[in-house]
């Protein structure tokens, strides 16, 4: 994640105009995951939500280069400051555009504003190294999730509670792994952390379907978090010590049948 821009630092055939590409796999899969419940729940898909997929994913690669001409501290490094004006330029442009065309302006402000502050809380973490804190890691997540009701508001107009729901419900989601990732770690790993944060999750969840905001079945895919931190704790031994690649297709296996519950759930039953 380090590359710099300089001809003497950069691995061969490495120029300052080619492009960055984020690393972050994991966030890949989290964006589009919540991007899809976002599509379901809004039951259609309209060139406006593609051409708002273009907007979320060139944010996302905004957030690379930036992150790492701060780590750069006093030194500008062109490759960083190209590809961040790049892909912000396009992202910016289509939020712009998505702003003058969606009637919901007030709601679509909140999202963009929610969008800055992640994007500002990052950057000071970073500029402190502190960007693998629990906090920093949960604002980010949670900036990610954006994307689900972002999805719902370019395609319907506006924003209704089940989208809100759909953000929350997306993050305690993802946020889980915070808390099982760490437990790999000696010097992070928090069993009770853990168990605090799925129980928090678990009765935020419930409460949004006691008010109507999420389905039963939607409500329900939260269990499968539950049910990974569960045979996490059970089996942690061979959790902390198996190979990170069985890490990612624990995370992507869970993940495939989240969405797989919550695109079901929300469709309509003549496409479900």
């Known amino acids: 994640m380090n590359t710099i821009a300089t001809n003497a630092s950069i691995p061969s055939g490495k120029r300052w105009y080619q492009a960055t590409i984020s690393p972050e796999h994991g966030v890949y899969f989290m964006l589009a995951v919540s991007f899809l419940t976002g599509a379901a729940a809004a039951q259609h898909w309209t060139w406006m939500t593609t051409l708002t997929l273009v907007c979320v994913y060139c944010g996302f690669q905004a957030e690379h280069p930036f992150v790492l001409q701060i780590k750069q501290r006093h030194s500008w490094k062109p490759r960083f400051l190209l590809w961040t004006g ?8 289509i939020a712009l555009w998505l702003l003058w065309q969606i009637p919901a302006k007030g709601s679509l402000l909140l999202v963009y504003g929610a969008v800055v502050v992640a994007l500002l809380v990052d950057a000071i973490s970073v500029w402190q190294r502190q960007q693998k804190s629990v906090l920093n890691e949960l604002v980010t ?4 999730c954006l994307s689900a009701p972002l999805a719902y508001l370019a395609t319907t107009g506006s924003l209704t509670e089940t ?8 993050t305690v989601f993802f946020s ?12 992070t790993a ?3 952390s853990g168990l605090i944060f799925h129980a928090i999750a678990a009765a935020l969840i419930v409460m949004l379907w006691q008010m109507h905001w999420l389905a039963l079945p939607t409500a329900a895919a939260f269990g499968i978090a539950l049910l990974k931190f569960g045979l996490i704790l059970l089996r942690k031994d061979w959790y902390c010590n ?31």
Do not use: C, D, M
């Open 176 to 187: 889980s792994a915070i808390f099982t990732v760490k437990l790999r770690k000696i010097r």
């Open 190 to 192: 928090s069993i009770l």
């Open 86 to 93: 790049l892909y912000g330029s396009i992202a910016g442009a």
């Open 141 to 144: 997540f949670a900036a990610v």
């Open 163 to 170: 989208a809100i729901a759909l953000w929350v419900l997306n």
């Open 242 to 272: 198996t190979k990170i690649q069985y890490v990612a297709l624990l995370e992507t296996a869970a993940s495939f049948l989240f969405l797989a519950i919550v695109a079901l759930s929300l469709l309509p039953s003549h496409l479900s």
